[in-house]
């Protein structure tokens, strides 16, 4: 399966400020996501990251918290805007062609941590 | 709305045990389910996915079984290393839906 860089893989911020995370994969994928794990909890999806159009949020995430980009099929961003200690959790992106029997694979995660 | 959960929550054993972790859902139809791995402040790691009109799957000590009717998967580990000790979760795609729902994992240690 496809191989995606997720960088960074931590940062610690300030309050107020904002982070951008960047996914970037080695070959072309239909599907990338953006989820985020919350400490000692499961994942939660935030969005779905379409290509050349406005992401698709889930229920009590919106795009002026959480902008998110996808240019072409193996490049995407997520942003967390604004932020506040109850951000820190660590944010992961996935992809997967959506074929069948593709697993669904992710990126290393970035471990966030706002102060 | 599909719920998935995973029983036990957390889990500690001897090397060399065999062992089952659950996974069960609310929603049978489902289009697959996938066993992950987590360590430590990491990514997931695919490790089985069986697709909805499948029994089981196999890799290596690693075998999954799903019971669609029943809203149940186990992920059986055979004869567990303290290379094992991780967080597994399951998560379920739904029919007709791109999306996966994660369960809330199990966090094993395996003791040397």
């Known amino acids: 399966s496809a191989v995606i860089s997720q960088k960074p893989s931590r940062d610690i911020c300030q309050r107020g400020t904002s982070l951008t995370i960047q996914c970037q994969v080695d070959s072309q994928v239909t599907m990338m996501f953006w989820y985020r794990q919350q400490p000692g909890q499961s994942l939660t999806l935030i969005a779905t990251?379409?290509?050349?159009?406005?992401?698709?949020?889930e229920s009590g995430f919106v795009i002026d918290k959480f902008p998110i980009s996808r240019p072409n099929l193996t490049f995407s961003t997520l942003t967390v805007s604004n932020m506040s200690p109850e951000d820190s959790s660590i944010y992961l992106c996935?992809?997967?062609?959506?074929?069948?029997?593709?697993?669904?694979?992710f990126g290393s995660g970035t471990q966030l941590s706002v102060l | 709305k599909q719920e998935v959960t995973q029983i036990p929550a957390a889990l500690s054993v001897p090397e060399g045990e065999n062992l089952v972790l659950n996974c069960s859902f609310t929603?049978?139809?489902?289009?697959?389910l996938q066993w992950f791995r987590q360590d430590p402040g990491k990514g997931l790691t695919s490790l089985l996915l069986?697709?909805?009109?499948?029994r089981e799957q196999t890799s290596g000590r690693l075998n999954a079984s799903l019971d669609k009717s029943s809203g149940r998967s186990t992920l059986y580990i055979a004869a567990s290393q303290p290379g094992d000790s991780a967080t597994y979760l399951c998560?379920?795609?739904?029919?007709?839906?791109?999306?996966?729902?994660f369960g809330t994992g199990t966090r094993l240690k395996v003791l040397a």
């Open positions: 929603d049978s139809a489902i289009y697959n």
């Open positions: 996935s992809g997967s062609t959506g074929a069948s029997n593709e697993k669904l694979f």
């Open positions: 990251a379409n290509q050349g159009s406005e992401a698709t949020y």
């Open positions: 998560a379920v795609k739904g029919s007709g839906t791109y999306k996966y729902i």
């Open positions: 069986i697709q909805s009109s499948q």
